[in-house]
Structure formats: C-alpha cells, structure tokens
C-alpha cells in the first residue's frame, strides 16, 4: 500500500525503491557565462564610465531642453532676468562691441591659431 492506494502485485518492492525518492541531484545546469572570457582581453573601466557619464548628461539635457521647451510661452520672466544682469553690468556677448573686442584679442586668436 502506497498513501492509502493498493496496487496488489503490480508493483514489487524493487520498483518502488527506483521510483520514490529522488533520482539525482544537480548543482547548477547553467554553465558559467564567464567561463569562456579570453583572459588577453583589456577592458577600460573608466572609459566605461566616462561614456555612461556622457549619456546621463545627455539625457539630463534633452529633459531640460525638453521641459523648457513645453513651458508657458506667455511667460516673460527670462526677459525681466536678463534685463537685471544687464543692470548689474554683465555686457551683451552679441553687441557689436564684444564681438569687436573678441576679434581683436589678439591671445584669442593665438589660442584658436587663427
């Protein structure tokens, strides 16, 4: 008798013995994905890192861009901000002046090799 059923003569003690329990153990059927990594092979970390630096400011960026780009296009407040750098003394980069003095600068040039 096995959990309450009756086989009769069916099933000998023999072939019960194979068939209750377990049969066999395996430790890890998948083999080591790394275990084939030729061993010559350099890899630069930092490089690594550098470049997911690069895409995460990136991304940054674009959601900026991206937010600034949505915003409400009936607010001025950029226009008021500037204004007041300019009161404080900031000189426009794009004034004929600036751009004259830049083109003069002669470490500029130098610096650019023009």
Do not use: C, W
């Not at 780009?69 to 750098?85: F, G, R, V, Y």
Request: hydrophobic content about 40%; proline content about 3%; charged content about 20%.
């Amino acid at each position: 008798m096995l959990n309450g059923v009756n086989l009769g003569d069916e099933l000998n003690n023999a072939q019960l013995k194979n068939q209750i329990g377990v049969n066999g153990i395996v430790t890890n059927p998948i083999k080591n994905p790394y275990e084939k990594i030729d061993r010559t092979l350099l890899i630069d970390e930092t490089a690594i890192s550098n470049e997911a630096v690069n895409l995460y400011q990136k991304e940054q960026d674009v959601k900026q861009f991206s937010a600034l780009a949505m915003s409400n296009p009936e607010d001025l407040s950029h226009a008021q901000i500037i204004a007041n750098l300019f009161e404080k003394g900031v000189s426009d980069l794009f004034s004929n002046e600036s751009i004259s003095a830049l083109s003069n600068n002669q470490k500029l040039l130098n610096d650019l090799s023009l």
